[in-house]
């Protein structure tokens, strides 16, 4: 089944930027776009060396955002005027509460890409030009202590909320810029929350990155050895984006109906809250995907947790099958999340 066919998926790199102009570009996947969509929303965003996205915020969404490739200064103004600015690069993510302020700069020498989620299938954005754009010079002028003519609207760029510009001359004070930010997170550099042959998964959540609300993300690497396991998440939507490799995906749907797809490089899922679904490599390379969710700590629940979680004879019940006949399910420890695939592809 092609990802044009079901109603899960949809490719975020093939839809025609919300936002594009040299300095960079953002493209959005949100309700209006894939109607399945509840609580969460992503863009893509590309910058150029020296570009800018423009001082903005989201009046209904926290952002969680992770960075693909290049290097970006990251400023966020909180309330009553603190201040937070620190480098992000390649594997690292950053985190901007509904209604703080905050920019993206490309650092470095070639285009930086970042995925971003909201935790709004439609987020409203502000920015600061179209903030100042509504007040008039008088009012501006009192603001800053100075004429109405210093900032006068008729001199001004009024910019689309969604605006890219050039900087050439960003500077940033000695001693601001830091390191351990509470806002930063360094996923890919944390030890995995579970490694084999199969597979591993980065995870960011709320319980090492306390700063994190109502979003979280799991950096996922699935081999030609592995398969994520069937499950579900209890009051949890779950929102992906395929980095690289070639995979396939399965979904129950309430009505009974179940549907089959493939996913590529490029593509966004969304999986509705408590959705019975799994994941599968297609390829000889590694499937990596970004899979966010709308809560802090993500509930889960897998299919070899309810086979161990009943007795032999419920479950065969339920499957129509004699107990005898039922195999010795594998007992784990832990949550497995990324299983070994020890059968050939269907």
């Given at each position: 089944?092609?990802?044009?066919?079901?109603?899960?998926?949809?490719?975020?790199?093939?839809?025609?930027?919300?936002?594009?102009?040299?300095?960079?570009?953002?493209?959005?996947?949100?309700?209006?776009?894939?109607?399945?969509?509840?609580?969460?929303?992503?863009?893509?965003?590309?910058?150029?060396?020296?570009?800018?996205?423009?001082?903005?915020?989201?009046?209904?969404?926290?952002?969680?955002?992770?960075?693909?490739?290049?290097?970006?200064?990251?400023?966020?103004?909180?309330?009553?005027?603190?201040?937070?600015?620190?480098?992000?690069?390649?594997?690292?993510?950053?985190?901007?509460?509904?209604?703080?302020?905050?920019?993206?700069?490309?650092?470095?020498?070639?285009?930086?890409?970042?995925?971003?989620?909201?935790?709004?299938?439609?987020?409203?954005?502000?920015?600061?030009?179209?903030?100042?754009?509504?007040?008039?010079?008088?009012?501006?002028?009192?603001?800053?202590?100075?004429?109405?003519?210093?900032?006068?609207?008729?001199?001004?760029?009024?910019?689309?909320?969604?605006?890219?510009?050039?900087?050439?001359?960003?500077?940033?004070?000695?001693?601001?810029?830091?390191?351990?930010?509470?806002?930063?997170?360094?996923?890919?550099?944390?030890?995995?929350?579970?490694?084999?042959?199969?597979?591993?998964?980065?995870?960011?959540?709320?319980d090492a990155w306390?700063?994190?609300?109502?979003?979280?993300?799991?950096?996922?690497?699935?081999?030609?050895?592995?398969?994520?396991?069937?499950?579900?998440?209890?009051?949890?939507?779950?929102?992906?984006?395929?980095?690289?490799?070639?995979?396939?995906?399965?979904?129950?749907?309430?009505?009974?109906?179940?549907?089959?797809?493939?996913?590529?490089?490029?593509?966004?899922?969304?999986?509705?809250?408590?959705?019975?679904?799994?994941?599968?490599?297609?390829?000889?390379?590694?499937?990596?995907?970004?899979?966010?969710?709308?809560?802090?700590?993500?509930?889960?629940?897998?299919?070899?947790?309810?086979?161990?979680?009943?007795?032999?004879e419920v479950i065969?019940?339920?499957?129509?099958?004699?107990?005898?006949s039922l195999p010795?399910?594998?007992?784990?420890?832990?949550?497995?999340?990324?299983?070994?695939?020890?059968?050939?592809?269907?």
């Open positions: 089944m092609t990802t044009a066919a079901s109603k899960h998926v949809i490719s975020l790199s093939g839809q025609v930027a919300d936002f594009e102009n040299a300095a960079g570009s953002i493209t959005s996947i949100d309700k209006n776009r894939l109607p399945l969509l509840r609580r969460m929303s992503v863009r893509r965003l590309l910058l150029a060396p020296n570009a800018t996205r423009e001082p903005h915020w989201h009046a209904n969404a926290n952002e969680l955002g992770y960075c693909l490739r290049g290097s970006a200064l990251i400023t966020i103004v909180q309330n009553h005027g603190q201040q937070n600015m620190f480098v992000v690069g390649k594997g690292e993510m950053f985190f901007f509460p509904s209604g703080t302020i905050h920019s993206i700069h490309n650092t470095g020498d070639s285009e930086a890409e970042f995925i971003l989620t909201f935790s709004h299938e439609l987020p409203e954005d502000f920015g600061l030009s179209g903030s100042f754009d509504v007040m008039s010079d008088a009012v501006l002028g009192n603001t800053f202590n100075t004429n109405a003519d210093a900032l006068r609207r008729s001199n001004r760029i009024r910019h689309n909320d969604m605006a890219i510009f050039e900087v050439t001359e960003a500077s940033q004070e000695p001693g601001i810029v830091t390191d351990n930010s509470l806002y930063k997170y360094g996923v890919e550099s944390v030890a995995p929350a579970t490694f084999s042959a199969a597979g591993s998964a980065h995870t960011a959540k709320s306390p700063i994190l609300s109502n979003l979280a993300m799991f950096s996922v690497r699935i081999t030609d050895q592995g398969m994520r396991e069937p499950h579900w998440h209890p009051e949890t939507a779950e929102l992906g984006y395929v980095v690289e490799g070639h995979g396939r995906m399965t979904i129950l749907d309430p009505d009974g109906s179940s549907d089959t797809y493939e996913i590529h490089a490029g593509d966004t899922y969304f999986i509705p809250r408590a959705y019975p679904h799994h994941i599968e490599n297609l390829g000889a390379e590694t499937l990596h995907i970004l899979i966010f969710f709308d809560q802090s700590i993500p509930g889960d629940i897998g299919y070899r947790a309810v086979a161990n979680g009943f007795s032999p065969a019940c339920g499957l129509g099958v004699s107990s005898s010795v399910f594998p007992k784990d420890e832990h949550d497995p999340l990324i299983i070994e695939r020890i059968n050939p592809l269907e």
